[in-house]
Structures are given as structure tokens and as C-alpha cells.
């Protein structure tokens, strides 16, 4: 049939191809096509839907056609003779099929005469496959400077995916061009690298004099499927260019899609604590994201976090990867109970417990509370007043470090005698003792819910803390204008807790927000007492809220009042 009608032959092997039919059979006829000369004809044939096009290209190269050369050479032969402006709709068909079957290696040098080709069409579909396939940002770079909008918006798409200091400042002038196309696709790489320079620039773009560029910003914001910018989307919506209207519109559909699939996918935990906190300094937190068990971590982009002070969003910030301790040496002081049940600041170390790796050393250390000094106070009549906790002057042993779990919730679950509990400056100072040959950053977890005193050595033991490197994370039901100093001296933390119920998950997050892996740093804004993230990224969600602790003035020592 072939040798005598190959019209009638054509038409029944595209009839057999349309169907779908993915026999041995119809390989055999994808064999004939390309033994006949008529292979190109079919890939090109506008009868075919994209989905068959790429399924008889991924047969004929099952039958040993190098089918990314044949229309690779053949791209290059006809587009010497095409006219500068116009690509048939065979040709354009044929780029785009390249782009899905070449891996590149053997079809550049047909690559490199289409992109010397002067067809604007050719000439940038070649460009954008370079650059896939050889990443080059100075070659990208000298494509930046083409006329043509189309060969500087696939250079700059080329680079999708490629991250370096060089290609990052490459997008970032990109993301200048006088082309709303060539700006958005730069934009757009930056925001996936996780550059947040594009979020601030996405929001200019949102509102540029042309229509054209707001059009591409809305586009782009859907893409990214970031909450972020829903307001800046509904604010387009009002737009009298329908143009603009209509992307917005599907942006925000978009948004909104992706937020119920990331949502519905899974939901992660977010860990977070603040660090030092100084007036008119930058905030600076940990910050961790997991999964519910903790098994997984979640990786971070600057563009997957989304910071919200009270109602307003934090415009301005840092997310920095950090190197986290390999080990960490921890000593948990607590007052001492009598009860059987654990106290809350018990459940919540258990709860850590269950989070502490192998090469974790902790210490239980609990303490017998101590009336505040030289306060006179009324009780039924009379007035009675303490004396100051005085500076031990026997040698101190210091706190049994172990990484043994099963020690440490037996030392969590029991009821400590009084007699061997210190008072509470006596557990600083044992804490300070421990061998220096213990590996791993050191931290004191620390709860009081009484003021604590100014001891006569306190600058002495503030000291000490600060040359042993211990940072200290306090956690009370009051005030505590003290023991917040020691806190800040130490580069640790001072929270305030409003209630019993929060001390448990307040302990488990102080030992969690240890290994986070990632620093905020944020400019603050005034009067913002509570901090909302957001970590929103493609596999899933979550998202916490804590409370911003009031600066302090930098000290090293506190006065009571």
C-alpha cells in the first residue's frame, strides 16, 4: 500500500495513530513511517493531539530512530529558508516536540545554527534549550542583550532551576528588563530559589503604570502559589483592564487550589523561639519545621516563611541556614514537689524526651525554692522577713550529665528528698561545675514560679555562666526581673507564661527550638506582642504563633525593686 497510494497509507497509519492503539502492530506501522520518509510528516501533522505526537516519537525511537537529530536536522535546514517573521505551524510543532524528547548532547550544534537563525520563533526556543542544557549564565548573559524580547525571556526561563551567587545577580538585573515577559520569568526563578528579593519586586510589579507588567505580576503570584499575595490579587480584581482582571482572578484561584492541596497533603510542625531580644536591635529566632513525628525535616526557602506581627505582615527579613550542635549538654533545674505526679515542668522534659538523640547528655536537677529576701511580709498579723539565699562555701558537685533515657525518665518520675535538692542560685552555680570535658553546647532549662533574689555574688556567677558558655532559657509565671537578666546575659531566652498549661509545651519547645536548623532576623515593629509563621511550602503546611518578649536594655546584672 505504501509503494502504490502513499497518501491512502498515510491517512490510515495517522487514523491508526489518533486511536491510540499502542500494539506491536501499530509500532510496526511508526517503523514503516520513518523507513517511508513520512516520520516528519506525522510529527508535525496538526491531526495528532500533543499526546500521540509524543507517543509516536517515543515509539519510533523504540524502533532505533534517533528521532531528536531527524527533527533536529531537519528544524535547521528549513529555517534557512523561512522568512524572518514567520514560522509555519509545522515547524513550531516540531520545536516543541524537540524540547520534550532531546536530553540535548546530540542535537547542540543544530541548536547552536537555530539560535544564530534570525526567525525570532526558532531562534528563542533554541535559546531557552541551550541554556536548559548547558546552564551557562555568562552565556545566558550575552543572550541578554538580543533585541528580542522572546530570545531574553527563554534565556532568563533557561535558567529555571540553576542556583549560584553569578546567576542570582544575572535574574535580579533581569528583573529590570523593559519586558514584562523577560522581568517575570526572572522573578519568577528567583522566588523558587527562594530569593525573598522577588517578593518585594513582585509587589512593585503589582502596580506598575503598565498593564502588561501587572498582567505578568498577577500570573506570576499565581504560579508561586503563595497566600502572601492574595491582598495585592484582590486588589487587582478592581482593575478596569480586563486583561489584568482575569489573571488576577485566576491567580487567586490558583492560591487558593494549592493552599487546600499543600493543607490536605501535610501538616508540619512548626518550632520557634526568640533569642536575644534588645530594644531597638533586630528580632532573632530559631526556627524549625518537621514532621508530626519528627522524623522529617522540612527544607526552608526565605519564600516558603511568612511572618505576620499582630495583623501586619513583616515585610522585611532574614532566614538564614545555621550549623546545628552535633550534641548539646542540658541541665534541667525545676522546683522540687512533693507530689507523686509529675509537675508540669516534669511532663514537659518527658515530652522532650521522647525528641532527645543519642548523643544528648541532660541533667535533672531539682531545687528547693527560696523565699524572696529582705521583703517584709504580712501573715496573720505578723511580719516576718527572709534572709538572703548566702554563697555556699563548701565545693559544689556538679550535676550528673547522661544520655541514658531510661535514667532520665526514671530521675523525671521520682520524688527527690529535699535534703538532696540545692536552693536555686546553689543549682546555678553546680551547673556552671560541670567537667569540661563534656561534649556538646551547654544549656540550663530553668523554671521558677517565684521572684528569684539578686544573690551578693551575682556578677561573679553571671560571669562564670557567660565564660562556661552556658545559655540560659528561663521560663516563669511572674515577672522576674532577674532571673530575665541572667537569661539575656547567657544569649539565652526569658519567657513569660501566662498559665500552668503552657509550661510543658514550652519546656519541649525550648529543647526542640535547640536543634532547629534555620535564624530568623526580622526589623521589629512597635507594640507587636504576638508573631505569626507561616511555612508554606509545595509538600505541605503549618504554622505557629508565640509570644514577642519585651526588650531589655543590654546588662549583666539586675536590681531588684
Given at each position: 500500500m505504501?509503494r502504490?497510494?502513499?497518501?491512502?497509507?498515510?491517512?490510515?497509519?495517522i487514523?491508526?495513530l489518533?486511536?491510540g492503539?499502542?500494539?506491536?502492530?501499530?509500532?510496526?506501522?511508526?517503523?514503516?513511517l520513518a523507513a517511508g520518509q513520512l516520520?516528519?510528516r506525522?510529527?508535525?501533522d496538526?491531526d495528532?493531539p500533543k499526546?500521540?505526537v509524543?507517543?509516536?516519537?517515543?515509539?519510533a525511537?523504540?524502533?532505533?530512530?534517533?528521532v531528536?537529530?531527524?527533527?533536529a536536522?531537519?528544524?535547521a535546514?528549513?529555517?534557512r529558508?523561512?522568512d524572518?517573521?514567520?514560522?509555519?505551524?509545522e515547524?513550531?510543532?516540531?520545536?516543541?516536540?524537540l524540547?520534550?524528547?532531546t536530553?540535548?548532547?546530540?542535537v547542540l550544534?543544530?541548536?547552536?545554527a537555530?539560535?544564530?537563525?534570525?526567525?525570532?520563533h526558532?531562534?528563542?526556543?533554541?535559546?531557552?534549550m541551550i541554556g536548559r542544557i548547558?546552564?551557562n549564565a555568562?552565556?545566558?548573559?550575552?543572550?541578554?542583550?538580543?533585541?528580542d524580547p522572546?530570545?531574553r525571556?527563554?534565556?532568563?526561563e533557561?535558567l529555571?532551576?540553576?542556583?549560584?551567587e553569578?546567576?542570582?545577580?544575572?535574574?535580579?538585573a533581569?528583573?529590570?528588563d523593559?519586558?514584562n515577559r523577560?522581568a517575570?520569568n526572572a522573578?519568577?526563578a528567583?522566588y523558587?530559589?527562594?530569593?525573598?528579593?522577588?517578593?518585594a519586586e513582585?509587589?512593585?510589579m503589582?502596580v506598575?503604570e503598565?498593564?502588561?507588567?501587572r498582567a505578568?505580576?498577577a500570573?506570576?503570584?499565581g504560579?508561586t502559589g503563595?497566600?502572601?499575595?492574595t491582598k495585592?490579587?484582590a486588589?487587582m480584581?478592581g482593575?478596569?483592564?480586563?486583561?489584568?482582571r482575569?489573571?488576577?482572578?485566576?491567580?487567586?484561584?490558583?492560591i487558593?487550589?494549592?493552599?487546600i492541596?499543600?493543607?490536605?497533603?501535610?501538616?508540619?510542625?512548626?518550632i520557634?523561639?526568640?533569642q536575644?531580644?534588645r530594644?531597638?536591635?533586630?528580632?532573632?529566632?530559631h526556627?524549625?519545621?518537621?514532621?508530626?513525628d519528627?522524623h522529617?525535616?522540612v527544607?526552608?526557602?526565605?519564600?516558603?516563611?511568612?511572618?505576620i506581627?499582630?495583623?501586619?505582615?513583616?515585610?522585611s527579613?532574614?532566614?538564614?541556614?545555621?550549623?546545628?550542635p552535633r550534641?548539646?549538654?542540658i541541665?534541667?533545674l525545676y522546683?522540687r514537689?512533693?507530689?507523686?505526679?509529675?509537675?508540669?515542668f516534669?511532663?514537659?522534659?518527658?515530652?522532650?524526651?521522647?525528641w532527645?538523640r543519642?548523643a544528648d547528655?541532660?541533667?535533672?536537677?531539682?531545687f528547693v525554692?527560696t523565699?524572696?529576701?529582705n521583703?517584709?511580709t504580712s501573715?496573720?498579723?505578723?511580719?516576718?522577713?527572709?534572709t538572703?539565699e548566702e554563697?555556699?562555701?563548701?565545693?559544689?558537685a556538679?550535676?550528673q550529665?547522661t544520655?541514658?533515657?531510661?535514667?532520665?525518665?526514671?530521675s523525671?518520675?521520682?520524688?527527690?528528698l529535699?535534703?538532696?535538692?540545692p536552693?536555686?542560685?546553689?543549682?546555678?552555680?553546680r551547673a556552671t561545675?560541670?567537667?569540661?570535658?563534656?561534649?556538646?553546647?551547654?544549656?540550663?532549662?530553668?523554671?521558677?514560679?517565684?521572684?528569684i533574689?539578686?544573690?551578693?555574688?551575682y556578677?561573679?556567677?553571671?560571669?562564670?555562666?557567660?565564660s562556661?558558655?552556658i545559655?540560659?532559657h528561663?521560663?516563669?509565671?511572674i515577672?522576674?526581673?532577674?532571673?530575665?537578666s541572667?537569661?539575656?546575659a547567657?544569649?539565652?531566652?526569658?519567657?513569660?507564661?501566662?498559665?500552668?498549661?503552657?509550661?510543658?509545651?514550652?519546656?519541649?519547645q525550648i529543647y526542640?527550638?535547640?536543634?532547629?536548623?534555620?535564624?530568623?532576623?526580622?526589623?521589629?515593629?512597635?507594640?507587636?506582642r504576638?508573631?505569626?509563621?507561616?511555612?508554606?511550602t509545595p509538600?505541605g503546611w503549618?504554622?505557629?504563633?508565640?509570644?514577642i518578649?519585651?526588650?531589655?536594655?543590654?546588662?549583666?546584672?539586675?536590681?531588684?525593686?
Amino acid at each position: 500500500m505504501l509503494r502504490d497510494d502513499r497518501e491512502s497509507f498515510y491517512g490510515a497509519a495517522i487514523d491508526l495513530l489518533r486511536s491510540g492503539d499502542d500494539s506491536r502492530g501499530a509500532l510496526y506501522v511508526v517503523s514503516i513511517l520513518a523507513a517511508g520518509q513520512l516520520l516528519l510528516r506525522a510529527l508535525s501533522d496538526p491531526d495528532l493531539p500533543k499526546e500521540r505526537v509524543l507517543a509516536l516519537a517515543h515509539a519510533a525511537s523504540q524502533t532505533g530512530v534517533m528521532v531528536d537529530v531527524v527533527v533536529a536536522k531537519h528544524l535547521a535546514e528549513q529555517a534557512r529558508l523561512l522568512d524572518d517573521n514567520v514560522c509555519p505551524p509545522e515547524l513550531q510543532r516540531l520545536m516543541d516536540l524537540l524540547s520534550h524528547v532531546t536530553d540535548g548532547s546530540r542535537v547542540l550544534p543544530f541548536l547552536m545554527a537555530l539560535a544564530r537563525q534570525p526567525n525570532p520563533h526558532l531562534q528563542s526556543k533554541a535559546v531557552l534549550m541551550i541554556g536548559r542544557i548547558n546552564r551557562n549564565a555568562k552565556w545566558v548573559q550575552s543572550r541578554l542583550m538580543d533585541a528580542d524580547p522572546r530570545v531574553r525571556a527563554n534565556a532568563v526561563e533557561a535558567l529555571w532551576g540553576t542556583d549560584s551567587e553569578e546567576v542570582r545577580q544575572l535574574l535580579r538585573a533581569a528583573g529590570h528588563d523593559s519586558n514584562n515577559r523577560v522581568a517575570g520569568n526572572a522573578l519568577m526563578a528567583l522566588y523558587r530559589l527562594g530569593d525573598e528579593w522577588a517578593i518585594a519586586e513582585l509587589r512593585k510589579m503589582a502596580v506598575h503604570e503598565s498593564r502588561l507588567f501587572r498582567a505578568t505580576a498577577a500570573w506570576v503570584m499565581g504560579e508561586t502559589g503563595d497566600p502572601r499575595f492574595t491582598k495585592a490579587l484582590a486588589r487587582m480584581i478592581g482593575e478596569p483592564n480586563p486583561t489584568v482582571r482575569a489573571r488576577a482572578f485566576a491567580a487567586l484561584g490558583r492560591i487558593r487550589s494549592l493552599i487546600i492541596q499543600a493543607r490536605e497533603a501535610q501538616e508540619w510542625r512548626v518550632i520557634s523561639r526568640f533569642q536575644r531580644i534588645r530594644r531597638n536591635d533586630w528580632r532573632e529566632l530559631h526556627l524549625e519545621a518537621t514532621s508530626q513525628d519528627g522524623h522529617d525535616q522540612v527544607k526552608i526557602l526565605p519564600t516558603h516563611l511568612i511572618l505576620i506581627a499582630d495583623a501586619g505582615e513583616i515585610s522585611s527579613f532574614s532566614l538564614e541556614e545555621r550549623q546545628v550542635p552535633r550534641s548539646l549538654a542540658i541541665t534541667f533545674l525545676y522546683p522540687r514537689s512533693s507530689e507523686g505526679e509529675p509537675t508540669p515542668f516534669q511532663q514537659g522534659a518527658l515530652h522532650a524526651l521522647g525528641w532527645k538523640r543519642p548523643a544528648d547528655q541532660w541533667a535533672i536537677v531539682p531545687f528547693v525554692p527560696t523565699p524572696q529576701p529582705n521583703r517584709q511580709t504580712s501573715l496573720a498579723g505578723e511580719k516576718i522577713e527572709f534572709t538572703v539565699e548566702e554563697t555556699p562555701t563548701l565545693e559544689l558537685a556538679a550535676p550528673q550529665l547522661t544520655a541514658d533515657s531510661t535514667l532520665l525518665d526514671a530521675s523525671l518520675n521520682k520524688v527527690a528528698l529535699k535534703a538532696e535538692c540545692p536552693k536555686f542560685w546553689a543549682a546555678i552555680r553546680r551547673a556552671t561545675q560541670v567537667d569540661s570535658s563534656i561534649r556538646g553546647k551547654r544549656n540550663i532549662v530553668l523554671f521558677s514560679q517565684d521572684e528569684i533574689s539578686t544573690p551578693s555574688d551575682y556578677t561573679e556567677l553571671a560571669t562564670a555562666v557567660m565564660s562556661c558558655g552556658i545559655a540560659i532559657h528561663g521560663l516563669s509565671l511572674i515577672p522576674n526581673r532577674t532571673m530575665d537578666s541572667l537569661c539575656q546575659a547567657s544569649q539565652g531566652s526569658f519567657q513569660l507564661l501566662s498559665s500552668e498549661d503552657q509550661i510543658a509545651p514550652a519546656v519541649e519547645q525550648i529543647y526542640l527550638s535547640l536543634m532547629a536548623r534555620y535564624l530568623v532576623k526580622y526589623q521589629p515593629t512597635e507594640e507587636a506582642r504576638s508573631l505569626r509563621m507561616i511555612v508554606n511550602t509545595p509538600p505541605g503546611w503549618g504554622e505557629t504563633t508565640i509570644d514577642i518578649p519585651q526588650p531589655v536594655s543590654p546588662r549583666t546584672a539586675a536590681n531588684t525593686e
